[in-house]
């Protein structure tokens, strides 16, 4: 009689449960763990000296970039995170140039990445094309290209010295520069670093770059870097604005004296009438600049051409 029933297998196999459960091993198989540990983004104000670093640095560099090309419209930090660094670098397009530098007397080593996509979109503004760009597949930087990163590389890292200079002295140097990825490893490609990602708006287009710092070389400056305290006053930003303020030209007005006369005086006007002003040498004028009266002055002459000599400041409208 036992002949006659079906076993438990040939059941299965009858119903088709084996190839289900094939399928769903298949499709768990499918299925990977994600590592939260991979990225870490930093909450806003985690590294608050960091930040304002960046904030005080972008506002110099887009001055100095803009002598380089004047079509850039702005300079901003988008974002700062911390992420593995083999994974920071695996999602940089190719080609793309790798800066390395060193921030004496911090002992590791950062990296300045400049994204292809900045560098085809600066040359095709600077030879009047659109601020797009170019698609370029299999090659390496040209001549002119690299001279292009060269000259945002320079810049952008001399404005960053400058602002490190107001509260921790450092001194940028450029290791290396290169193009290839497996060349540029600061760290170990499962060791975390401090991604600061950047983007310059060129006529509308928004190129990015990054910075890539270790996450261990600013231990010994935590006590800046994770504090705003030090950060009270910005010498830097104050003398970047006086620098600027002094270059504006400014118009200047020296008046001898004020005379009413009638209209038919002035009709008799012809050339060589003389004008008596009643003024003396030792007299004190008022000096307006842009038409606010601000000084009183002297008349006299400096090399056979007339001057003016401050006698003292005005500081409000008399």
Same mark, same amino acid.
């Given at each position: 009689?036992?002949?006659?029933?079906? $076993?438990?297998?040939?059941?299965?196999?009858?119903?088709?449960?084996?190839?289900?459960?094939?399928?769903?091993?298949?499709?768990?198989?499918?299925?990977?763990?994600?590592?939260? $540990?991979?990225?870490?983004?930093?909450?806003?104000?985690?590294?608050?000296?960091?930040?304002?670093?960046?904030?005080?640095?972008?506002?110099?560099?887009?001055?100095?970039?803009?002598?380089?090309?004047?079509?850039?419209?702005?300079?901003?930090?988008? @974002?700062?995170?911390?992420?593995?660094?083999?994974?920071?670098?695996?999602?940089?397009?190719?080609?793309?140039?790798?800066?390395?530098?060193?921030?004496?007397?911090?002992?590791?080593?950062?990296?300045?990445?400049?994204?292809?996509?900045?560098?085809?979109?600066?040359?095709?503004?600077?030879?009047?094309?659109?601020?797009?760009?170019?698609?370029?597949?299999?090659?390496?930087?040209?001549?002119?290209?690299?001279?292009?990163?060269?000259?945002?590389? @320079? $810049?952008?890292?001399?404005?960053?010295?400058?602002? !490190?200079?107001?509260?921790?002295?450092?001194?940028?140097?450029?290791?290396?520069?290169?193009?290839?990825?497996?060349?540029?490893?600061?760290?170990?490609?499962?060791?975390?670093?401090?991604?600061?990602?950047?983007?310059?708006?060129?006529?509308?287009?928004?190129?990015?770059?990054?910075?890539?710092?270790?996450?261990?070389?600013?231990?010994?400056?935590?006590?800046?870097?994770?504090?705003?305290?030090?950060?009270?006053?910005?010498?830097?930003?104050?003398? @970047?604005?006086?620098?600027?303020?002094?270059?504006?030209?400014?118009?200047?007005?020296?008046?001898?004296?004020?005379?009413?006369?009638?209209?038919?005086?002035?009709?008799? !006007?012809?050339?060589?009438?003389?004008?008596?002003?009643?003024?003396?040498?030792?007299?004190?004028?008022?000096?307006?600049?842009?038409?606010?009266?601000?000084?009183?002055?002297?008349?006299?002459?400096?090399?056979?051409?007339?001057?003016?000599?401050?006698?003292?400041?005005?500081?409000?409208?008399?």
């Amino acid at each position: 009689m036992s002949e006659e029933f079906l $076993s438990q297998e040939e059941i299965d196999a009858l119903l088709g449960s084996g190839k289900e459960e094939e399928k769903e091993e298949e499709k768990k198989s499918d299925i990977t763990p994600f590592d939260f $540990s991979e990225v870490e983004h930093i909450k806003k104000g985690g590294l608050p000296g960091f930040e304002l670093i960046f904030e005080r640095w972008i506002k110099v560099f887009r001055d100095e970039s803009r002598k380089i090309l004047p079509q850039i419209n702005m300079v901003t930090k988008e @974002n700062i995170y911390i992420s593995r660094f083999q994974n920071f670098i695996f999602k940089i397009p190719l080609p793309s140039s790798y800066t390395i530098f060193s921030m004496r007397p911090l002992k590791e080593n950062a990296l300045l990445v400049v994204d292809s996509r900045l560098v085809f979109t600066v040359i095709s503004v600077l030879f009047g094309g659109p601020a797009k760009p170019f698609k370029v597949e299999g090659r390496e930087f040209t001549k002119l290209e690299m001279k292009v990163i060269d000259d945002f590389i @320079n $810049s952008a890292l001399k404005t960053f010295e400058q602002v !490190w200079d107001a509260f921790y002295p450092v001194m940028v140097e450029v290791r290396s520069i290169e193009l290839n990825p497996s060349l540029a490893r600061i760290v170990s490609p499962n060791e975390k670093v401090i991604i600061v990602e950047c983007k310059i708006d060129i006529e509308g287009y928004e190129a990015p770059f990054f910075f890539c710092f270790p996450q261990s070389m600013f231990f010994p400056i935590k006590d800046i870097v994770y504090s705003q305290v030090a950060f009270a006053e910005d010498p830097v930003w104050k003398k @970047n604005i006086e620098e600027k303020v002094k270059k504006i030209n400014v118009k200047i007005e020296f008046e001898l004296t004020k005379v009413k006369m009638k209209i038919k005086d002035i009709l008799s !006007w012809e050339e060589g009438t003389q004008i008596n002003l009643f003024v003396s040498p030792d007299q004190e004028f008022r000096l307006f600049v842009e038409d606010k009266h601000k000084f009183f002055a002297k008349l006299g002459k400096i090399n056979e051409k007339y001057a003016a000599m401050i006698t003292k400041p005005v500081f409000e409208e008399e």
